[in-house]
Structure formats: structure tokens, C-alpha cells
């Protein structure tokens, strides 16, 4: 059974870090591509990064780029997303999908085709 659920959200000031974790079962983690999305109230949903399968490109969306980064821990079948700097426009309940067809990788298109597993997201609230 796939399951993928998220942790690591909370309160932060501005300039601070979090590191939001992505557990995933059901499947290796390492061979498919993994999204990270944010949605915060009121707005449309945003993909944030991607890893693909092993080998392949990552994708960071402009407004994270040199603030988030995006890595895998084979062992623990997750991925993480490292968050510094962090802004009060990046508060936003984040969430983690799959793409869990063998191979798969990120679509600079839209990072969200193919990503049919979802977790429940974690809320990161970045205030002073």
C-alpha cells in the first residue's frame, strides 16, 4: 500500500530553517520522482521542488532557489526538504506527492503530472 505522509512543520521567525520530511512506503523512493507543493490560504497551490528517480534533474521553483534544497535518504526511503531563510510568504501548509511509475522524473512543465500520491501536508508558519 502507498502512503507518503509528511513532518517537520511549525513555527519559525523569519531567517530561520526547518527541515520538512518526507516518509514514503509502498514504494522506493529512490527510483521515482517526489514533489514537494505548498498551498497557503487563500492561493492557488505551488510546486516547490522535485527530485526525480536517481540520476535525474531536480527542479526548484525561483522563489525557493538558493533557500530550499531538496535530497533523499536511501536507508530511510525519504526525502527532505531543507528550508533556510525563511520568509513570511513562505507560510503554507506543504505537501508531498509521487510519482511512483519506475524511472520517473521531474516535469519542468508542471512538477505535479504524473503525481497521483499525495500525503496530508505539514504547516510551516514562518512569523515573528
Known amino acids: 500500500q502507498v502512503q507518503i505522509v509528511e513532518s517537520g512543520g511549525g513555527l519559525v521567525q523569519p531567517g530561520g530553517s526547518l527541515r520538512l520530511s518526507c516518509a514514503a512506503s509502498?514504494?522506493?523512493?529512490?527510483?521515482?520522482?517526489i514533489g514537494w507543493f505548498r498551498q497557503a490560504p487563500g492561493k492557488e497551490r505551488e510546486g516547490v521542488s522535485c527530485?526525480?528517480?536517481?540520476?535525474?534533474?531536480?527542479y526548484y521553483a525561483d522563489s525557493v532557489k538558493g533557500r530550499f534544497t531538496i535530497s533523499r535518504d536511501s536507508a530511510e526511503n525519504t526525502v527532505y526538504l531543507e528550508m533556510n531563510n525563511l520568509k513570511p510568504d513562505d507560510t503554507a501548509v506543504y505537501y508531498c506527492?509521487?510519482?511512483?511509475?519506475?524511472?520517473?522524473?521531474?516535469?519542468?512543465?508542471?512538477?505535479?503530472?504524473?503525481?497521483?500520491?499525495w500525503g496530508n501536508g505539514t504547516l510551516v508558519t514562518v512569523s515573528s
Open positions: 506527492a509521487a510519482d511512483i511509475e519506475y524511472g520517473s522524473r521531474c516535469s519542468v512543465v508542471d512538477i505535479s503530472y504524473g503525481m497521483y500520491y
Open positions: 509502498g514504494f522506493t523512493s529512490d527510483y521515482v520522482a
Open positions: 527530485i526525480s528517480s536517481i540520476g535525474g534533474p531536480t
